[in-house]
T-cell receptor, first 113, second 116 residues
Framework: SQQGEEDPQALSIQEGENATMNCSYKTSINNLQWYRQNSGRGLVHLILIRSNEREKHSGRLRVTLDTSKKSSSLLITASRAADTASYFCATDAGIQGAQKLVFGQGTRLTINP | DTEVTQTPKHLVMGMTNKKSLKCEQHMGHRAMYWYKQKAKKPPELMFVYSYEKLSINESVPSRFSPECPNSSLLNLHLHALQPEDSALYLC???????????????FGPGTRLTVL
């Protein structure tokens, strides 16, 4: 079963606006990760937030984590056309040494010039 | 070198063919992964190798056979596939988890597989 569910499924905004994507999950986690995927290509890791962290920043990215609500959000500020991609959250359901990432359904973000 | 390479980029095969997908990394990562991704869907984990040993098999049909010859290479052998196996196959690598810490995964560009 899917661990992460994301909303919205698709988001279209104007360049320069902020984009917010949300992710919900069902079980306890060690961390939650966000990845970006350009059309038909490999995924690129954006940011990792640990279960004992509430907020994390990286450049124009801001991630929050609410473990009581089992939810996370990704904010991209001052969006650019190059930010057009699919964004996935992923939680680790693995044990011991092996990661077992379970991805959410993803949000398709379109930045209009 | 922070790159994961995958070959071939595209593969078309018949249901009776045998083919292999290859993945390579030189980041010293000791965990490697195969994912399957259908169009407009998230990646789904297939296999995980940790220290060159298979540690997770997500109930993948035996027509998919993984192999990890050494710490830098990961293969996926394909035999008697079905048209529904057509997908993007992604390889990834990472450091194995240690002391409760998790690490980002580095993904290759994928192999686009079409089964006729």
């Amino acid at each position: 079963s899917q661990q992460g569910e994301e909303d919205p499924q698709a988001l279209s905004i104007q360049e320069g606006e902020n984009a917010t994507m949300n992710c919900s999950y069902k079980t306890s986690i060690n961390n939650l990760q966000w990845y970006r995927q350009n059309s038909g290509r490999g995924l690129v890791h954006l940011i990792l937030i640990r279960s004992n962290e509430r907020e994390k920043h990286s450049g124009r990215l801001r991630v929050t984590l609410d473990t009581s609500k089992k939810s996370s959000s990704l904010l991209i500020t001052a969006s650019r056309a190059a930010d057009t991609a699919s964004y996935f959250c992923a939680t680790d359901a693995g044990i011991q040494g092996a990661q077992k990432l379970v991805f959410g359904q993803g949000t398709r973000l379109t930045i209009n010039p | 070198d922070t790159e994961v390479t995958q070959t071939p980029k595209h593969l078309v095969m018949g249901m009776t063919n045998k083919k292999s997908l290859k993945c390579e990394q030189h980041m010293g990562h000791r965990a490697m992964y195969w994912y399957k991704q259908k169009a407009k869907k998230p990646p789904e984990l297939m296999f995980v190798y940790s220290y060159e040993k298979l540690s997770i098999n997500e109930s993948v049909p035996s027509r998919f056979s993984p192999e990890c010859p050494n710490s830098s290479l990961l293969n996926l052998h394909l035999h008697a596939l079905q048209p529904e196996d057509s997908a993007l196959y992604l390889c990834a690598s990472s450091q194995p988890r240690s002391r409760g810490l998790n690490n980002e995964q580095f993904f290759g560009p994928g192999t686009r597989l079409t089964v006729l």
